[in-house]
């Protein structure tokens, strides 16, 4: 199920803007990974599972 969805602008510090991200996402205990998809089409660009 999708739980949810965030624009992420990507900041000037790119890294930090994408730990912020996922570290949300992840904060939520039923999200096992999270798909990045381009804006425009929504092609997807890949998945990050939720560390163990």
Same mark, same amino acid.
């Given at each position: 199920?999708?739980?949810? *969805? ?9 890294? +930090?803007?994408?730990?912020?991200? #996922?570290?949300?996402?992840? *904060? ?9 998809? +381009?804006?425009?089409?929504?092609? #997807? ?8």
């Amino acid at each position: 199920h999708i739980v949810g *969805g965030r624009l992420l602008e990507i900041p000037e510090d790119a890294t +930090a803007g994408f730990d912020t991200a #996922f570290a949300e996402a992840f *904060g939520d205990p039923h999200v096992a990974l999270v798909h990045v998809r +381009a804006l425009e089409y929504g092609c #997807f660009q890949f998945e990050v599972r939720r560390p163990r």
